[in-house]
């Protein structure tokens, strides 16, 4: 039996980070994955190095050179004729990414001194884990002193659109696709669904969104998400809402999705491939959770307090297979948490400030509360908005779709959200993040200085159109 003061089940976002900080904190740590890679090798990084967000970012990077390359560079006196799309290269160059990053993380155990263990761990009494290795060697049981479980999530699956792993699939499979669909549909159209959508519309697929709720993004900002539906719509992306996916088979080497929707009642629709994105859910089959009395809730989520303790003394949960956000941010911040706790610290989290990301073209992002969850909490409101087509850089690049929306509260002024529908604004984020991280006001962004020109002056006159002195529009 080997001895560690903290075991780690899971090396995604959430596990890797909190093993890093546990061993800088000095603590002797082991962490336990049972991925395998396209390689067939150990595979560090969880689903967001290896099937997530790292994947889909580099497949909407050379989605998007070549969406600029058919259909923009023209306008720059570029002219490109005949501009191809190698499949093959372009799903080469993504896992090379997608390679690089996890070795990196072997990189940084080795550095840290942290001992990986390849294989699949089960929870035991006594804050024993049990490793299968997945070369098939004899099991090993570690004994822990505390243990942290960041065993992630699985994509849901449902049974009117069973996956066969090549005409129906899941985010996994579509991230994987050997050639361009002529003829594409996706179940959902939450951020995996467009994400997904858009890389494929983008290299030539005729996709459709189909999505049983009546609202578009119900969780972003409703004017952002009006204008964000319509962008997408542009660029060819057809969304349908009140479309619930009620069957979908295999026939003649295409998919025959059957919805109802709300308003035309049945539906056909045939695809060459189909994607079932609706969601993912808590991964805890493989941790004998009952087995050593672990509580989960009835969405299978494991039962933490705000400082990620489980019901078990000594026993953590961080991640995606806790409640919040399935994000990798999160996961990996309640691991610095959790590390610091266990090192006497006093770390704490703060969920408010939140940034998320659905990383269309433009990009959607937003901190806080939206509009309408301020009306339905009687929270008084004042709002700067500000078009992106008034901004010399949004101009000179050539992306002038989109807003920055500023809400503050009417009183204090204090910042209570930031809703971005721009160019980058995945970065242009991180200010509103920080503003209302240090408690800031739509005053404060207003009299900070904004290099010009920059997309973040979008930002600067938001903030000043929440008291109505915008100076471009
Ligand atoms: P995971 O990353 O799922 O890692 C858990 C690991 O534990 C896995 O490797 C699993 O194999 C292993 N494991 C589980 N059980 C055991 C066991 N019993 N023994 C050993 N190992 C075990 N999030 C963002 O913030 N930004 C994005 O842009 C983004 N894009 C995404 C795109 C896609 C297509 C998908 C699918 C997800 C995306 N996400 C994104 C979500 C993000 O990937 C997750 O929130 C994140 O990976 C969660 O981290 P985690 O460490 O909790 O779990
Ligand atoms: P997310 O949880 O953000 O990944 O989004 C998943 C989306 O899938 C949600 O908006 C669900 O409403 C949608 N969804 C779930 N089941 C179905 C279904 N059978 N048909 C269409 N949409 C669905």
Redesign the pocket.
């Known amino acids: 039996m080997e001895n560690y003061e903290v075991v780690v089940?899971?090396?995604?976002?959430?596990?890797?980070v909190a093993a890093i900080r546990c061993a800088q904190l000095g603590m002797q740590v082991a962490c336990?994955?049972?991925?395998t890679g396209m390689d067939d090798k150990p595979?560090?990084?969880?689903?967001?190095?290896?099937?997530?967000?790292i994947?889909?970012?580099a497949l909407l990077d050379s989605s998007h050179h070549f969406q600029f390359l058919q259909k923009e560079s023209a306008e720059h006196g570029i002219s490109c004729d005949n501009v191809q799309m190698d499949v093959a290269k372009l799903q080469k160059r993504k896992q090379t990414v997608v390679s690089q990053l996890t070795q990196g993380i072997g990189a940084l155990f080795k550095k840290n001194k942290i001992s990986s263990f390849h294989?699949?761990?089960?929870l035991e009494a006594n804050k024993q884990v049990v490793?299968t290795p997945a070369d098939g060697a004899t099991a090993i049981t570690l004994q822990a002193q505390h243990i942290i479980i960041?065993?992630?999530?699985?994509?849901i699956q449902i049974p009117v659109a069973p996956q066969d792993g090549e005409y129906i699939v899941d985010?996994?499979g579509?991230?994987s696709f050997d050639q361009v669909p002529e003829r594409l549909a996706l179940i959902g159209a939450g951020?995996?669904g467009l994400?997904?959508g858009s890389v494929w519309s983008r290299l030539g697929a005729k996709v459709t969104v189909l999505e049983a709720l009546p609202n578009f993004l119900a969780a972003a900002d409703a004017d952002i998400a009006k204008a964000a539906a319509r962008a997408l719509k542009r660029q060819g992306l057809k969304i349908q809402l009140n479309a619930k996916v009620t069957n979908a088979e295999v026939k003649d080497g295409a998919v025959q999705v059957t919805y109802d929707d709300a308003k035309k009642g049945t539906q056909q629709l045939e695809v060459d491939r189909l994607v079932v994105a609706v969601g993912?859910k808590p991964?805890t089959e493989?941790?004998n959770a009952e087995g050593v009395g672990l509580n989960l809730d009835n969405r299978g989520a494991i039962e933490v307090d705000e400082f990620c303790q489980t019901n078990l003394p000594d026993v953590y949960a961080?991640?995606?297979?806790v409640r919040g956000p399935?994000?990798?941010?999160?996961?990996?911040e309640e691991g610095v948490m959790v590390a610091e706790r266990l090192a006497g610290q006093k770390t704490e989290m703060e969920m408010d400030h939140m940034p998320w990301?659905i990383?269309t073209w433009p990009e959607i992002a937003w901190v806080g509360k939206t509009e309408q969850e301020l009306k339905a909490e009687g929270i008084p409101y004042k709002v700067g908005s500000f078009p992106m087509s008034a901004i010399g850089r949004a101009r000179a690049m050539g992306d002038t779709t989109g807003m920055v929306k500023v809400i503050s509260h009417a009183e204090t002024d204090r910042l209570l959200g930031m809703h971005i529908f721009a160019a980058n604004a995945s970065e242009l984020l991180a200010e509103g993040v920080l503003s209302m991280a240090f408690e800031g006001s739509s005053e404060d962004l207003a009299r900070t200085i904004h290099a010009h020109p920059t997309l973040s002056e979008a930002l600067h006159e938001a903030a000043l159109a929440v008291d109505g002195r915008a100076v471009h529009s």
């Open positions: 089940i899971g090396g995604g976002p959430a596990g890797y336990i994955d049972e991925r595979a560090l990084g969880g689903t967001c190095l290896n099937v997530g967000c994947p889909s970012k294989g699949s761990a089960r490793v960041a065993s992630g999530s699985v994509p985010s996994t579509a991230l951020v995996i994400e997904l993912r991964n493989s941790l961080i991640g995606d297979v399935m994000l990798a941010h999160k996961g990996s990301v990383y």
